[in-house]
Each structure stands twice: as C-alpha cells, then as structure tokens.
C-alpha cells in the first residue's frame, strides 16, 4: 500500500475500532504498536490513554531460549516515555518503569496479523507469542483484530494449537465472522 492509501485507512480502522461498544466498556485495554506495513495504531494508543483507561503493551522477554519466548503485558502511560525499541525495532514498553500485568487483567485485546479470514482465522509472524498469550486471557477477553482489507484471505491455515479472533475491523467497518 502507498504510505498515504495506510494512512487513510489506518485512520478509518481506528475510528472503527473506537465506536465498538465492548471498547467502551472495557477498563484495561492491550493493543500494540505498529510498524512496517501494519496499521499505524498511534491514534488508537493515544485514545485509549486520553479517555482514562489503562492502556498495556506487549514485550518480548526470554529471547535466548525459542521455547520460553513468550508476551509479557506492561501498564503504559505514555507512549514516547515509557516505550523503547525492542529487538526488532518494534516499541516496547521499559520493564524498569511499566509494571508488568496479568493477562486476566485484561478487558479488551487489540492483535496484529498478517492475513485474517471470516472464520476468526489469524495468521501471525510464525513465533506464536499471541496464540501463547490468548490462551491465558480471560474467556471474557474480546480479542479483536485490526487489518487492511487487502489483508482479508478466503482462508487462513489453522493448526490446532492457533487461537481465533472474535472480531475484524477493517478500513470498510467490521466484518461479520462465521463460526469456524
């Protein structure tokens, strides 16, 4: 996509995402900070902190050992201040000054992908780090994705250990999922 065609839409994705009612009522709120050819989740980030919720970002921790990589979840206040480029360049949040969080803490789950379909089928980066985490939300935990359109497949491999969304919003609205 064009730098700007991203911009637009990531403008209309998260304008989208901000007029869903689970949001609203949720109190702790983790979302991510985009980069490469995600959405850009800035505005999104900065509308979580401004209406009073508690915002949490993920960091990788363990990453000499395959096996025990795994998303730690952080209470951020500030985006610039309390986040730090981690090992690939993607913003994270500084364990020094963010306290870590219990993923059962959270109300609401903004994920990243690749690719999505209408099933709630969610293709990652191939680590695993969100299949592992979901796994350890509460089942009340609306897990929610946002993509580009562009990013909507007719199917997404899914293997047995993959965890599903609950929602998709893209740039068009939120797309109705079927059951898998």
Known sequence: MHPDQRAGASAAITGHLLRL?????AR???AYVGFDSEIDTTSFLAAILA???HLVLPRVVDMASR?????SLHRVNDIERDT???RWGIREPDPVSCPAIDPKD??????????????????GYGAGFYDRLLVTLRPDCLRVAA???????PQVPMEPHDQR?????TENGEIPLTAA
Request: proline share 6%; glycine share 10%; charged share 15%.
């Open 21 to 25: 009612p689970a949001l609203s009522t």
């Open 28 to 30: 702790t709120v983790s």
């Open 51 to 53: 209406c009073g919720k």
């Open 67 to 71: 096996q025990q990589r795994h998303l």
């Open 84 to 86: 730090q480029p981690g």
């Open 106 to 123: 959270v109300d609401f789950l903004l994920l990243p992908g690749v690719a999505f379909d209408r099933r709630g089928g969610r293709l």
């Open 147 to 153: 993509a580009f359109s562009i990013q909507v497949v």
């Open 165 to 169: 969304i609950q929602r998709l919003v």
